[in-house]
């Protein structure tokens, strides 16, 4: 658990300082890739998912540069749900690394951390994609927003970025990436393969902008200013498909002004802009949700809540799919338990099960094999507390009773085990096992 | 974070080398950023010139060059325009009439040069100016130095660039990457800036042209163009001033100074200062007594006043073939000139004011002051070699290559796989057929260049599929698959796609030297090194009286019939004599005391010398 200082910030998106003189100052490497990725728009918690870096690594780096100057935080309009949400926020992320956790990859013998492993496995996973997945842009993406995300993402993944280390099969996966990434780059960026492209694979959600992309770029901050000076390449060299293409986008404009003009009118233009974003982003996630991609999912009502905060249909989007990646999530962290308490190693399996309990701390069941395993592998205080929360979590289970009982004798105060174990026989009389017990405390008691 | 970059900290310091046709350059990234690495003597740039004395000293850089004009046959200039290229290339040829070094014919084809009665292959002698460049910084330093970038011309083919690679290794150096010079100056200009916008390089350097078009945004530098002329540079606009000098010569005496390879030499060195001049002054006067010795002291003198306007004129076609060479690469990037936010001039070529004009005409806009032309390209490779050994993620250089690479096709065609100013790393394949009934093997030759002729390109290697099925000629297909490295190494396959049957070769450019001939340079050169450093200071004293004896010795004789007119001359000249005396014996002694105090007395002498035949003489 983090400090709740460092939680709140997690909410927060750090803005670069126009006034700040980068130049002049000594930023390491990993610095440099952090503010690579600041927006002013993306609070730190996602960013711990784009730079594929620990909250209190990043949070601790964020904190030097504000020190230095380089940044400064965004103040958000009281986030939806506070604290609460952002430790939400970044289980949600665990999950969504962990989604790759299996990979043998991540085990190979080769000069690259975790996270870089991970990282380069979830962008080889979304070459899959169409070229706007793979690109993380939507079909309305200007010609310089096209360039931004093939740069962002060449500098992520292009093998110079890795030079001199053994790479082991990652060599072959980051020639990859970045062949399908440059190739998204070169179809998308010239009109004509950008449209042939449009028409045989219309992007995600009509005219939207993908939450998750290899580059994990977020849309840039001022689009008015990027859509307008932009010709993007090939252009001039085709006027008339420039004046079509512009045509249709005036079409697509109209048509998406009318469907939003409830948003537009109670905010302003910019305003207006993020809610239609955000609203494409939730539209997606649902759509994410309907094929059974719940992961994706929570990332995209995450990150339609970057966009509007307030909107409590995003907010409870989120919490649901959330919910059900965490159960997912859990179910498989404790079966990996049961193969522990299988071969033996009740530590193990008390540590998973406390872990699938912190995911879906309803869950008592889970509770009581932490409690259990725990207390075979001799951290009777840590089973302790969890056979506590298993009974405050449901007080009507026995099994948590008898697992609270079981941790008190062992620690030998034997009345409040009698109690305990009486509790369960009261919820279930028929168990035979806690009737045996009863009559060998009292036993001992005498 | 994970692991960081390679462990460089046992290879020692990483360094940018610019590995010029005239000039060279080395500079580091420290902890202020890139920065030029100074000689000893303070300079920024050390003159890409090797010789071997009459005493069998090898000199490099500025000696090297001083003492040219006395030593012309063993002085080795100019080497990179001969770098990695065949013997008998159009290009080597035209050459051999232009140097005053004798060149002749390799075991493999490749270029050999004579100095000091000895035979060099150029990368190994430009391996003479690389171990220089990292003496220089070692001393500045005071830390060994392991690993380097060196930077080329972006039109160098894969022959030019592996031979500038073993040149390194023969250096004893690891060189991590060779890169493109206006690659690396657009590295310089934009490093840590924060730009977005796209910017031309115009290099117009000693030997060579380069245009190169980048774009520039969230750190990452992308080569969109890249265009050059390797035989236009700036001695080829010296080359113009000595012809203008020559001709004038000839229509005045009768006598064609090429002849005489020591005339050629003082010209070649009296037009570059006259050009270099005329960058700041509006003419200049060139001197040259004593050009042509007739016998029996009589001797011809060369006179004659450069005007920029007159310089303008000489060269002026040679400065517009530049501006053509932009408009391609301007197409090839599939840009307009108003697109173009920054013009970064490099080369020292690029101070004439006429050139400046030019680009300033072109592109619309004063080019950028920001960077020094002479500097910009080693700070580049300085910074590559830096975001390459700290594993760097917040800058990338996103390189192209630089030409078509291809395979020769039936009617010795030249059939483009990849195509020019692709980004690497890429890949390609392309499907051909057999053109004969029953042909049981391919064979594929890999080229690279720009001709549609495939005999007119560079070979880069070749090898053959064979076992095809017998059938009529069009039945059978062949795959072939290029493939470049980020480093930029081709890798080619051919597969029989009937049978899956394949072959594949790396493409390993050729020098013109073999493995074992790199190695045995790389162990001698070695051997070179712990002598020359242990004789220290002392060669360098002696070199110098070595030059003043014979500048002496060549004055001498032309000085004697003037001076011995004159009242004042018996004593001068027993003076000199003296001296001289002096001198000579303290060189046979090797006695470095007397040598040094001799100096002073034989620059008198000269000196007395120069002003008797410049006052009296003419």
């Given at each position: 658990?983090?400090?709740?200082?460092?939680?709140?910030?997690?909410?927060?998106?750090?803005?670069?300082?126009?006034?700040?003189?980068?130049?002049?100052?000594?930023?390491?490497?990993?610095?440099?890739?952090?503010?690579?990725?600041?927006?002013?728009?993306?609070?730190?918690?996602?960013?711990?998912?784009?730079?594929?870096?620990?909250?209190?690594?990043?949070?601790?780096?964020?904190?030097?540069?504000?020190?230095?100057?380089?940044?400064?935080?965004?103040?958000?309009?009281?986030?939806?749900?506070?604290?609460?949400?952002?430790?939400?926020?970044?289980?949600?992320?665990?999950?969504?690394?962990?989604?790759?956790?299996?990979?043998?990859?991540?085990?190979?013998?080769?000069?690259?951390?975790?996270?870089?492993?991970?990282?380069?496995?979830?962008?080889?996973?979304?070459?899959?994609?169409?070229?706007?997945?793979?690109?993380?842009?939507?079909?309305?993406?200007?010609?310089?927003?096209?360039?931004?995300?093939?740069?962002?993402?060449?500098?992520?993944?292009?093998?110079?970025?890795?030079?001199?280390?053994?790479?082991?099969?990652?060599?072959?996966?980051?020639?990859?990436?970045?062949?399908?990434?440059?190739?998204?780059?070169?179809?998308?960026?010239?009109?004509?393969?950008?449209?042939?492209?449009?028409?045989?694979?219309?992007?995600?959600?009509?005219?939207?902008?993908?939450?998750?992309?290899?580059?994990?770029?977020?849309?840039?901050?001022?689009?008015?200013?990027?859509?307008?000076?932009?010709?993007?390449?090939?252009?001039?060299?085709?006027?008339?498909?420039?004046?079509?293409?512009?045509?249709?986008?005036?079409?697509?404009?109209?048509?998406?002004?009318?469907?939003?003009?409830?948003?537009?009118?109670?905010?302003?233009?910019?305003?207006?802009?993020?809610?239609?974003?955000?609203?494409?982003?939730?539209?997606?996630?649902?759509?994410?949700?309907?094929?059974?991609?719940?992961?994706?999912?929570?990332?995209?009502?995450?990150?339609?809540?970057?966009?509007?905060?307030?909107?409590?249909?995003?907010?409870?989007?989120?919490?649901?799919?959330?919910?059900?990646?965490?159960?997912?999530?859990?179910?498989?962290?404790?079966?990996?338990?049961?193969?522990?308490?299988?071969?033996?190693?009740?530590?193990?399996?008390?540590?998973?099960?406390?872990?699938?309990?912190?995911?879906?701390?309803?869950?008592?069941?889970?509770?009581?094999?932490a409690a259990?395993?725990l207390l075979?592998?001799?951290k009777t205080s840590e089973a302790l507390r969890f056979a506590t929360q298993a009974v405050?979590?449901?007080?009507?289970?026995?099994?948590?009773?008898?697992a609270k009982a079981a941790v008190l004798e062992n620690t030998?105060d034997?009345?409040a085990a009698?109690?305990a174990?009486?509790?369960?026989?009261?919820?279930?009389?028929?168990?035979?096992?806690?009737?045996?017990?009863?009559?060998?405390?009292?036993?001992?008691?005498? | 974070?994970?692991?960081?970059?390679?462990?460089?900290?046992?290879?020692?310091?990483?360094?940018?080398?610019?590995?010029?046709?005239?000039?060279?350059?080395?500079?580091?990234?420290?902890?202020?950023?890139?920065?030029?690495?100074?000689?000893?003597?303070?300079?920024?740039?050390?003159?890409?010139?090797?010789?071997?004395?009459?005493?069998?000293?090898?000199?490099?850089?500025?000696?090297?060059?001083?003492?040219?004009?006395?030593?012309?046959?063993?002085?080795?200039?100019?080497?990179?325009?001969?770098?990695?290229?065949?013997?008998?290339?159009?290009?080597?040829?035209?050459?051999?009439?232009?140097?005053?070094?004798?060149?002749?014919?390799?075991?493999?084809?490749?270029?050999?040069?004579?100095?000091?009665?000895?035979?060099?292959?150029?990368?190994?002698?430009?391996?003479?100016?690389?171990?220089?460049?990292?003496?220089?910084?070692?001393?500045?330093?005071?830390?060994?130095?392991?690993?380097?970038?060196?930077?080329?011309?972006?039109?160098?083919?894969?022959?030019?660039?592996?031979?500038?690679?073993?040149?390194?290794?023969?250096?004893?150096?690891?060189?991590?990457?060779?890169?493109?010079?206006?690659?690396?100056?657009?590295?310089?200009?934009?490093?840590?800036?924060?730009?977005?916008?796209?910017?031309?390089?115009?290099?117009?350097?000693?030997?060579?042209?380069?245009?190169?078009?980048?774009?520039?945004?969230?750190?990452?530098?992308?080569?969109?163009?890249?265009?050059?002329?390797?035989?236009?540079?700036?001695?080829?606009?010296?080359?113009?001033?000595?012809?203008?000098?020559?001709?004038?010569?000839?229509?005045?005496?009768?006598?064609?100074?090429?002849?005489?390879?020591?005339?050629?030499?003082?010209?070649?060195?009296?037009?570059?200062?006259?050009?270099?001049?005329?960058?700041?002054?509006?003419?200049?006067?060139?001197?040259?007594?004593?050009?042509?010795?007739?016998?029996?002291?009589?001797?011809?003198?060369?006179?004659?006043?450069?005007?920029?306007?007159?310089?303008?004129?000489?060269?002026?076609?040679?400065?517009?073939?530049?501006?053509?060479?932009?408009?391609?690469?301007?197409?090839?990037?599939?840009?307009?000139?108003?697109?173009?936010?920054?013009?970064?001039?490099?080369?020292?070529?690029?101070?004439?004011?006429?050139?400046?004009?030019?680009?300033?005409?072109?592109?619309?806009?004063?080019?950028?002051?920001?960077?020094?032309?002479?500097?910009?390209?080693?700070?580049?490779?300085?910074?590559?070699?830096?975001?390459?050994?700290?594993?760097?993620?917040?800058?990338?250089?996103?390189?192209?290559?630089?030409?078509?690479?291809?395979?020769?096709?039936?009617?010795?065609?030249?059939?483009?796989?990849?195509?020019?100013?692709?980004?690497?790393?890429?890949?390609?394949?392309?499907?051909?057929?057999?053109?004969?009934?029953?042909?049981?093997?391919?064979?594929?030759?890999?080229?690279?260049?720009?001709?549609?002729?495939?005999?007119?390109?560079?070979?880069?290697?070749?090898?053959?599929?064979?076992?095809?099925?017998?059938?009529?000629?069009?039945?059978?297909?062949?795959?072939?698959?290029?493939?470049?490295?980020?480093?930029?190494?081709?890798?080619?396959?051919?597969?029989?796609?009937?049978?899956?049957?394949?072959?594949?070769?790396?493409?390993?450019?050729?020098?013109?030297?073999?493995?074992?001939?790199?190695?045995?340079?790389?162990?001698?050169?070695?051997?070179?090194?712990?002598?020359?450093?242990?004789?220290?200071?002392?060669?360098?004293?002696?070199?110098?009286?070595?030059?003043?004896?014979?500048?002496?010795?060549?004055?001498?004789?032309?000085?004697?019939?003037?001076?011995?007119?004159?009242?004042?001359?018996?004593?001068?000249?027993?003076?000199?004599?003296?001296?001289?005396?002096?001198?000579?014996?303290?060189?046979?002694?090797?006695?470095?005391?007397?040598?040094?105090?001799?100096?002073?007395?034989?620059?008198?002498?000269?000196?007395?010398?120069?002003?008797?035949?410049?006052?009296?003489?003419?």
């Amino acid at each position: 658990m983090v400090e709740l200082g460092r939680e709140s910030l997690l909410t927060l998106a750090p803005v670069l300082r126009a006034d700040s003189d980068l130049k002049s100052l000594q930023l390491n490497a990993q610095e440099g890739f952090i503010i690579s990725q600041v927006d002013g728009l993306t609070p730190a918690g996602v960013l711990c998912d784009l730079l594929a870096m620990d909250e209190t690594t990043l949070i601790i780096a964020l904190l030097r540069l504000e020190k230095l100057g380089v940044v400064r935080w965004a103040r958000r309009n009281t986030g939806p749900k506070g604290v609460r949400q952002s430790a939400d926020d970044t289980a949600a992320q665990r999950v969504i690394a962990d989604s790759v956790a299996e990979d043998p990859a991540l085990t190979e013998a080769c000069d690259l951390s975790r996270d870089e492993r991970l990282l380069i496995l979830k962008a080889e996973g979304s070459l899959a994609g169409t070229h706007w997945e793979v690109l993380g842009i939507g079909g309305d993406a200007t010609g310089a927003e096209v360039k931004r995300a093939y740069f962002v993402a060449s500098k992520s993944f292009h093998p110079d970025r890795f030079f001199g280390r053994d790479l082991g099969s990652f060599r072959g996966r980051l020639d990859k990436i970045f062949r399908g990434v440059k190739l998204a780059y070169d179809t998308l960026s010239r009109e004509e393969s950008r449209k042939s492209y449009h028409a045989a694979h219309p992007p995600p959600v009509e005219l939207n902008q993908k939450s998750e992309g290899i580059s994990g770029a977020v849309q840039s901050p001022a689009p008015s200013s990027t859509r307008a000076t932009t010709v993007p390449r090939g252009e001039s060299a085709d006027d008339k498909a420039a004046r079509l293409e512009k045509r249709r986008q005036q079409i697509l404009e109209e048509r998406r002004s009318k469907r939003l003009s409830k948003h537009a009118s109670s905010a302003g233009q910019a305003a207006g802009g993020r809610k239609r974003k955000a609203e494409e982003i939730y539209q997606l996630g649902l759509a994410q949700l309907n094929r059974g991609n719940v992961f994706a999912a929570v990332a995209s009502f995450k990150l339609a809540m970057t966009y509007d905060e307030t909107n409590e249909r995003y907010q409870n989007a989120f919490a649901e799919a959330n919910g059900g990646a965490l159960l997912e999530r859990a179910r498989q962290v404790a079966g990996e338990a049961e193969d522990a308490v299988a071969s033996g190693k009740s530590g193990d399996a008390g540590r998973l099960f406390s872990r699938a309990f912190e995911m879906v701390p309803h869950r008592a069941e889970y509770a009581v094999r932490a409690a259990e395993q725990l207390l075979a592998a001799g951290k009777t205080s840590e089973a302790l507390r969890f056979a506590t929360q298993a009974v405050e979590v449901s007080p009507n289970r026995p099994s948590a009773h008898v697992a609270k009982a079981a941790v008190l004798e062992n620690t030998g105060d034997l009345r409040a085990a009698l109690v305990a174990l009486e509790k369960a026989q009261t919820l279930d009389a028929s168990d035979s096992h806690v009737t045996k017990s009863i009559k060998r405390l009292m036993k001992r008691l005498r | 974070m994970g692991p960081s970059g390679p462990d460089v900290g046992n290879m020692g310091k990483v360094i940018g080398i610019d590995l010029g046709t005239t000039n060279s350059c080395v500079a580091i990234v420290d902890h202020d950023g890139p920065r030029v690495i100074p000689s000893r003597t303070g300079q920024h740039t050390m003159p890409s010139v090797v010789a071997i004395t009459e005493s069998g000293k090898q000199l490099v850089g500025h000696l090297a060059k001083r003492q040219a004009i006395t030593n012309p046959r063993n002085t080795i200039y100019g080497a990179k325009r001969l770098i990695g290229r065949r013997w008998d290339s159009r290009d080597v040829q035209k050459s051999i009439s232009l140097v005053s070094f004798d060149m002749s014919k390799g075991p493999h084809d490749d270029v050999r040069l004579s100095m000091g009665g000895k035979e060099y292959a150029i990368p190994e002698i430009s391996s003479l100016v690389l171990h220089e460049m990292r003496v220089v910084a070692e001393e500045n330093l005071g830390e060994s130095v392991g690993q380097a970038v060196i930077t080329v011309p972006a039109y160098f083919n894969d022959n030019q660039r592996q031979a500038t690679k073993d040149a390194g290794r023969i250096a004893g150096l690891d060189v991590l990457r060779i890169i493109n010079e206006p690659t690396a100056a657009a590295l310089a200009y934009g490093y840590g800036k924060g730009l977005e916008q796209k910017v031309a390089i115009y290099d117009l350097g000693g030997g060579t042209f380069d245009i190169s078009i980048l774009e520039i945004g969230q750190g990452v530098f992308e080569v969109l163009s890249t265009g050059g002329d390797t035989f236009l540079g700036g001695e080829d606009f010296d080359e113009r001033i000595i012809a203008w000098l020559i001709e004038d010569f000839q229509g005045q005496h009768g006598i064609d100074l090429r002849q005489d390879k020591m005339a050629v030499q003082r010209l070649r060195d009296a037009a570059e200062k006259a050009k270099i001049e005329l960058s700041s002054l509006n003419e200049v006067d060139i001197n040259l007594p004593f050009i042509f010795s007739k016998g029996k002291g009589e001797a011809l003198h060369l006179q004659k006043q450069l005007t920029r306007a007159a310089l303008d004129g000489l060269v002026g076609d040679l400065i517009e073939r530049t501006v053509a060479i932009c408009e391609q690469a301007l197409d090839d990037a599939g840009m307009k000139k108003s697109d173009i936010a920054a013009v970064i001039l490099v080369g020292g070529m690029t101070r004439m004011p006429r050139v400046q004009r030019t680009v300033n005409d072109f592109f619309g806009i004063p080019p950028s002051k920001g960077v020094h032309p002479d500097e910009v390209v080693a700070c580049g490779a300085a910074i590559q070699a830096h975001l390459l050994s700290t594993g760097s993620i917040d800058t990338l250089l996103l390189d192209v290559t630089p030409h078509h690479l291809g395979i020769m096709v039936a009617g010795g065609l030249f059939d483009v796989i990849i195509h020019k100013d692709t980004t690497i790393p890429t890949s390609a394949t392309k499907v051909f057929t057999t053109v004969r009934d029953g042909q049981p093997q391919v064979r594929i030759m890999v080229l690279q260049g720009e001709s549609s002729q495939a005999e007119e390109n560079e070979l880069l290697g070749e090898f053959v599929l064979d076992g095809l099925r017998a059938a009529p000629r069009g039945e059978v297909r062949v795959e072939v698959t290029f493939d470049i490295t980020a480093d930029g190494i081709v890798g080619v396959s051919a597969k029989d796609v009937e049978t899956g049957r394949e072959q594949t070769i790396m493409v390993t450019a050729s020098s013109g030297l073999t493995e074992d001939e790199i190695r045995e340079m790389a162990a001698r050169n070695q051997d070179f090194l712990v002598k020359s450093d242990s004789a220290g200071g002392n060669d360098e004293v002696r070199q110098k009286v070595q030059n003043l004896l014979n500048e002496i010795d060549k004055f001498l004789p032309q000085a004697r019939p003037i001076i011995d007119g004159t009242d004042f001359g018996v004593d001068a000249l027993n003076k000199a004599e003296q001296t001289l005396e002096r001198a000579r014996h303290a060189m046979l002694q090797k006695d470095t005391k007397e040598l040094s105090d001799c100096i002073k007395p034989l620059e008198r002498t000269l000196s007395l010398l120069n002003n008797v035949i410049q006052k009296l003489g003419g």
